[in-house]
């Protein structure tokens, strides 16, 4: 265990990588022999996490999303684990959706599901999952991007379910968002509204 001690600081963060544990002198055999022991988890090509490690102050169902993240810190999170966030489907979500620049490369991640978008900045905001921020579209645009990419009756049933809540949606801002992603939601807004 005492090559495991030279990366105790890695430990402690969501997720590692072996360049990372490199730098503090444990090579990818010894990573490897870890992850065959039970003392780290690989969740992906290059990245690690110590097994029995939960976040402290973190419900367990989003501790993946949390180390998914710390692993891809130019990623967003959007479109299905976006609506599992803000409440606005029901669908059980099996990867996360991650919004990542179309120019970025990414290194494949379990349970992580990758969507290159031009526009990386309307509607990017972040909500605090325990003591974590993580970035997030917001649900104006998480709902636009929805109908451009995602299926008529999951976008639909994130309309109605984000217009029926108590924190109604923002109109002006889903119109704006429309605009500049070039999609005519207005037919759909009337199919909730009326």
Known sequence: MSLLNNITPLLESPSFSSKEAKAHGVSHNVLAWYVKQGVLTKLGRGLYCKSDSDLPEVEMKHEELIRIMAALPQGVVCLTAALDLYGLTEEFIRSYTIAIQNTCRARKIQHATFFRFRD?????????????????FDRERTIIDSFRLLSIETSIKALKMAWRSEERIDLRKLHSYADKLRFDILPYLLTVTT
């Open 120 to 136: 990386m900045d309307t509607g990017r905001t972040s909500i605090k999952l325990g003591s974590y921020e993580i970035p997030i």
